[in-house]
């Protein structure tokens, strides 16, 4: 036995393991409490790691939130992939905890953490916001390329419009969830929510892109 066999040696850090442990505990926080509630030293403490590595791994808590914030757009970026069903199935899996990444964000559903707002003189504001319209955006793309191979400029407006509702639909259902204790959708089971979702989703999407027709001028 050698002098050092029985003597405990340093442990060693694995970066890829601490760097996944502070973007699981800084999902969890930013979904549930924003970003301006939510401290550095609050997502070290629930990782387990120094506060410092979060400067070493991201640079600052405002570039953990950016990549934040990227990974999360990601979950919503798939629908050229899936049917309607499949994408509603998917958001439904959020709203009940299962089916998201890592593994359901302390509980939120991921939307939250694009949803909550930041301050609006911060650059972390105008992050969420991109990221808001770079998926409406995506929505409408594939939306539009469901009905034509090269849309018109005003087709994609009209697949803009419908992006927006059907994601505006989704943001609604996460936040009434969030802000009324209780659940008010508790009364529907997870197949109750899935399909009337998928019903609305359906009836958004649908039907050829034409223009809204104008409003007549107020005289």
Do not use: W
């Not at 791994?57 to 990601?74: I, M, N, P, R, W």
């Not at 798939?78 to 593994?103: C, K, M, S």
Request: proline letters at 5%; hydrophobic letters at 35%; a neutral charge.
């Amino acid at each position: 036995m050698t002098a050092t066999s029985g003597q405990h040696r340093p442990r060693v850090r694995d970066a890829g393991a601490t760097r996944a442990d502070l973007l699981r505990a800084a999902r969890r926080r930013f979904s549930a409490l924003g970003y301006e509630r939510t401290t550095s030293r609050d997502i070290a403490r629930d990782a387990g790691v120094n506060v410092s590595l979060i400067y070493r791994y991201f640079g600052s808590k405002e570039q953990l939130f950016e990549v934040v914030l990227e990974e999360t757009a990601d979950l919503f970026q798939r629908l050229e992939t899936q049917t309607l069903e499949q994408l509603v199935e998917q958001f439904v899996d959020g709203l009940t905890g299962g089916g998201t990444p890592d593994p359901h964000y302390g509980g939120k559903h991921p939307l939250l953490v694009m949803l909550r707002e930041t301050s609006d003189d911060s650059r972390t504001s105008k992050l969420r916001h991109q990221t808001l319209g770079a998926v409406i955006s995506h929505f409408a793309e594939v939306i539009a390329r469901r009905h034509h191979t090269d849309p018109t400029p005003q087709q994609m407006a009209a697949a803009r419009l419908r992006a927006g509702l059907l994601f505006s639909t989704f943001a609604g259902v996460v936040t009434l969830r969030a802000a009324i204790p209780g659940d008010e959708f508790s009364c529907a089971g997870p197949d109750d929510l899935r399909a009337e979702l998928t019903r609305i989703a359906t009836e958004v999407v649908a039907g050829p892109l034409t223009p809204a027709p104008e409003l007549p001028k107020r005289t």
